[in-house]
């Protein structure tokens, strides 16, 4: 089971990155995170329905194909003017179309966040699971907010508060669950 | 006029669809202010009478669903909504029809979204009339009332001075055009 972890913030050292890697260090057995590549995000063009035709540019070709190909999601997202970064939320919009054989439709897909900040981007959690919900995906009834994100990680990235790592743990049995529901459905 | 009261005995044999001349529709009130319709395509039914009783058993195609907007079906078939792709199946079995003249008075289960509860549906019903071909119909419609949200269709969204965009109850209409076989 290959899940794509993706990350709002594209920045190297972007902390919904490391919260990613925390999540990968937590799956059960079988189950492997695959990070896509920030540049697969910032490459994408603005959404414009006049190049959404049969020959789409190749980079949403590329961003669609991954997340066909991915079992489920995880996303990980900062909180930009209290709500999604931009190009997470143009992501999205390419993903979710065309509507009948979106990539994301029925997609299980679960939302993480954390912030340097006191709110760990719960704003911009909610509006992502919205957006995600909308776009067709079968979105995980949880979230993570991880706040004060700057002190959260230790060296090898894994979550500090045990609480939180706990719940980080539970969202990804949930999303496992969710996949595992979605195969035997369309078995 | 021989006839002195009416009738509560439900026409005897097997019946089966018209999926042509049938029909599974559903009403809720939007915006607080309109009447919000639409309906499903592939709609199977069945009604069986003898001695022992009658029942009415009918499935309906979630994923056959339609309105107006194409991109709104994707959604209402999204798992926000009946998540067509983990229920496929909206189903009804009746537990007891009472025919009271044209009146049919129906008990049943209705399923939606993995959810069973009780419904009563009140509705009408014909003697059977000789078709073309001479193939015998009889003609069946019912109304219920149910709240959506017992059934796991629970979206719905704030308006910006109070209430919210979507009714909780939906009023479900079906019209059967059912042949003896």
């Known amino acids: ?187 | 006029m021989a006839a002195t009261g009416t009738t509560t005995t439900i026409p005897q044999g097997t019946w089966a669809i018209d999926p042509v001349h049938s029909s599974a529709s559903f009403a809720v009130k939007h915006m607080v202010v309109a009447t919000f319709r639409g309906r499903f395509e592939d709609v199977e039914a069945s009604l069986v009478a003898d001695d022992a009783g009658a029942k009415l058993v009918g499935t309906v195609k979630a994923d056959s669903i339609v309105v107006k907007d194409e991109n709104l079906a994707e959604h209402l078939k999204s798992p926000e909504f009946f998540d067509t792709e983990q229920y496929p199946d909206i189903t009804y079995t009746s537990t007891s029809l009472r025919r009271d003249g044209d009146e049919l008075v129906a008990d049943g289960e209705l399923t939606i979204k993995g959810n069973t509860h009780p419904v009563e549906a009140r509705g009408t019903i014909t003697d059977p009339a000789v078709t073309f071909g001479d193939v015998e119909k009889i003609g069946v419609t019912l109304e219920a009332i149910v709240d959506r949200t017992k059934f796991g269709l629970e979206w719905n969204a704030p308006l910006p001075k109070g209430g919210f965009a979507l009714a909780d109850d939906v009023k479900l209409v079906v019209e059967l055009e059912l042949a003896k076989s």
Not at chain 1, 49 to 70: F, H, K, M, N, Y
Not at chain 1, 106 to 123: D, E, I, R
């Open chain 1, 1 to 187: 089971m290959r899940v794509l972890g993706i990350s709002g913030s594209l920045r190297r050292d972007s902390l919904n990155r490391r919260l990613l890697r925390a999540a990968a260090a937590l799956l059960p057995p079988g189950v492997e995170l695959v990070e896509l590549d920030p540049a697969a995000i910032k490459s994408l063009p603005i959404y414009d329905q006049d190049d959404d035709t049969t020959l789409v540019p190749l980079e949403v070709g590329v961003l669609r194909q991954a997340i066909e190909e991915a079992d489920g999601i995880l996303f990980a997202t900062p909180e930009y003017n209290g709500s999604i970064p931009g190009g997470l939320k143009n992501a999205i919009d390419w993903a979710s179309r065309p509507v009948k054989a979106a990539a994301l439709r029925n997609k299980p897909v679960a939302v993480v966040g954390a912030s340097p900040g006191m709110f760990g981007a719960v704003w911009a959690q909610g509006d992502l699971r919205k957006a995600l919900g909308v776009a067709g995906a079968r979105v995980v009834d949880r979230e993570l907010p991880v706040a004060q994100a700057d002190e959260a990680f230790a060296f090898d990235d894994k979550l500090v508060d045990e609480d939180l790592e706990l719940e980080l743990r539970g969202i990804i049995t949930d999303l496992v669950e969710a996949i595992h529901a979605r195969e035997r459905a369309v078995a």
